[in-house]
């Protein structure tokens, strides 16, 4: 790649690292701009004019265009490298896995580690509250399916990390700063071990 990339991002953020780890595991470089998403620095006229219009993060900068969406930059970093499989079965498994994520996982995952460990339960709203027992059901069943599935294979689309690891990773090996018991799932423990052995490996704040 020669157009220069730019990780506009919050660093505590799941979804922002995603990006970081994919370009951490393909030796590609990226520029990091850091925003402050409880003080609206993503709500700003500059940022909503010239980053993202919708007010969110992450977004990835390539050259003057720009990649809302943390799985489809993920996806721009790693098109044709080893972490897109080459078996067409396998490339649509793969989205599954990344669908799953953002349909599944993160909206009850990520929720609750943000709503816990950056808001905290006594400063949710009473609307909030409300749904932590069934965003907290939902997340354990979100799980429950990974571990099942990773009990029978050490990654979840064929013989080696895909982009599937990476989006599924990066709300997992937090999701104990949710309420979560990652312990109650031995195949998820082993999966993430085996993630942050892999060449290139960086963690979340880093």
């Known amino acids: 790649m020669t157009e220069r990339l730019v990780l506009h991002e919050y660093s505590q953020s799941g979804n922002c690292y995603k990006i970081r780890l994919t370009a951490a595991l393909?030796?590609?470089?990226?520029?990091?701009?850091?925003?402050?998403?409880?003080?609206?620095?993503?709500?700003?006229?500059?940022?909503?004019?010239?980053?993202?219009?919708?007010?969110?993060?992450?977004?990835?900068?390539?050259?003057?265009?720009?990649?809302?969406?943390s799985n489809a930059a993920c996806f721009y970093l790693a098109d044709g490298t080893r972490l897109v499989p080459e078996d067409r079965f396998d490339r649509a498994d793969m989205l599954h896995w990344m669908f799953f994520e953002q349909y599944n996982h993160e909206p009850n995952v990520a929720t609750l580690r943000f709503?816990?460990?950056?808001?905290?339960?006594d400063r949710l709203g009473e609307a909030q509250r409300a749904q932590i027992p069934a965003k907290q059901a939902a997340g354990e069943a979100a799980l429950k399916l990974l571990d099942d599935h990773l009990a029978l294979r050490d990654w979840l689309v064929g013989d080696r990390p895909t982009l599937a690891d990476i989006a599924l990773y990066a709300y997992t090996h937090v999701a104990g700063e949710g309420g979560f018991d990652i312990a109650a799932f031995p195949a998820i423990g082993g999966w993430l071990d085996r993630m942050a052995g892999e060449p290139g490996y960086v963690a979340m704040g880093g």
Do not use: C, H, S
Not at 43 to 58: D, H, M, V, Y
Not at 115 to 121: D, H, M, N, P
């Open 115 to 121: 709503w816990r460990a950056f808001v905290g339960e």
């Open 26 to 69: 393909l030796r590609v470089p990226l520029e990091r701009r850091e925003y402050d998403i409880a003080k609206g620095e993503t709500r700003t006229p500059e940022f909503l004019a010239g980053i993202n219009p919708n007010g969110r993060i992450p977004v990835l900068q390539v050259g003057d265009r720009f990649i809302p969406e």
